[in-house]
């Protein structure tokens, strides 16, 4: 049995935040609904269409153009982000502890920005994190662009049809210098998260039948399912339909506790244990937590709060957990947020 390893999503599985959606509503006039526009947008270009090439998480490049022209720049995103960082009950001394267990690491297709901040307010090291690169001050844009750009956000609210989209930003865009800053934007999602999992295998000399993979929607798709079909954990927290449907356990919990249990379970005993937990936990929660391999110091904080709902997904029990664990991550996170995929 080799070194066990986890790699987490962030906002979903430690925050309560969907940050480019939230810089969006402060710095773009009508931003939540127009980042909405465009996220639905990614996810029939990542899901449906699959265009080659294409990764999910697309939104955080195309939004890019839209908060420059509306003034964000790096520091007003840090300042924004800082008073505006919600983290899940539990996470910041979730992720010490299973720092302390076993290497851990971060896969965020956030903004280096939020991730930094949120690694100076919950002590977890930036250096083991992944995150989209994004530097506004380094982004020029004159007058005329600006001006394009809001009315280019003006056609896209009136008429936000796919195919208005396509030729707003496949055809109109690219001959701006506005198309040059969409691509400078690499985001870590879908087969990015992926590739930063290999990387992190490839540089800490680990297998991916060691890895434990927390995610939550589309950009964590092929991560989760390349720890599935590796012979790891996929664990989706509070998922939507696309993070489930790759995932071996699904969790729906307004607290963080269980996934250092889960974790501790993985990191000793391994794949088996935590897929056993799961199926246990699922038939009797009280049952399960007394086992003697079970932390009993983590049990005491988990029984402080509601507990978890917690299940071995498959196919006869999958459209019931969708439908669970999308209304817990509307009510928990907002319609809004919880809604995006």
């Known amino acids: 049995m080799g070194r066990k390893f986890i790699v987490t999503d962030c906002e979903g599985p430690i925050s309560l935040n969907d940050n480019a959606f939230e810089l969006s509503g402060h710095f773009i006039e009508d931003g939540e609904r127009f980042f909405e526009i465009l996220s639905k947008y990614d996810d029939v270009l990542a899901d449906e269409i699959k265009r080659p090439s294409y990764n999910a998480g697309g939104t955080l490049k195309f939004i890019v153009p839209f908060l420059k022209a509306y003034g964000a720049n790096n520091q007003n995103v840090i300042d924004f982000s ?21 290497p851990s690491f971060i896969v965020s297709t956030s903004y280096n920005h939020y991730i930094d901040v949120l690694c100076n307010l919950t002590g977890f090291p930036y250096n083991d994190t992944y995150s989209t690169e994004l530097d506004l001050d380094n982004m020029s844009m004159n007058e005329s662009e600006l001006a394009k750009l809001k009315l280019f956000r003006e056609r896209i609210m009136k008429d936000p049809d796919f195919d208005v989209l396509e030729e707003i930003f496949f055809k109109e865009m690219p001959k701006l210098e506005s198309g040059s800053l969409i691509e400078r ?57 696309y993070a489930i449907r ?21 990191n000793k005993y391994g794949t088996e244990s935590a897929i056993e937990f799961a199926i246990s936990f ?22 402080e709060y509601k507990l978890p709902e917690v299940e071995i997904v498959t196919c006869k029990n999958i459209d019931r957990i969708v439908e669970m664990s999308s209304n817990f ?13």
């Open 185 to 241: 934007i690499k985001p870590i999602g879908g087969e990015g998260k992926k590739e930063a999992v290999l990387d992190i295998i490839s540089k800490h000399n680990l297998r991916g039948s060691d890895l434990l993979y927390i995610g939550d929607s589309i950009t964590d798709v092929q991560a989760l399912k390349y720890a599935n079909n590796e012979g790891g954990v996929a664990l989706s927290f509070n998922g939507n339909e």
């Open 246 to 266: 790759e995932s071996d356990i699904s969790v729906i919990a307004d607290n963080t506790v269980i996934t250092s249990i889960i974790a501790d379970l993985f």
């Open 282 to 303: 699922s038939e009797d929660p009280d049952l399960a937590l007394k086992a003697g391999h079970i932390n009993q110091k983590l049990v005491t904080e988990l029984l």
């Open 82 to 102: 800082n008073k505006n960082i919600h983290l899940l009950k539990g996470a910041a001394n979730t992720l010490k502890f299973i720092n302390q267990l076993m």
């Open 329 to 341: 991550r509307k009510k928990l996170r907002g319609e809004s947020v919880g809604g995006l995929g």
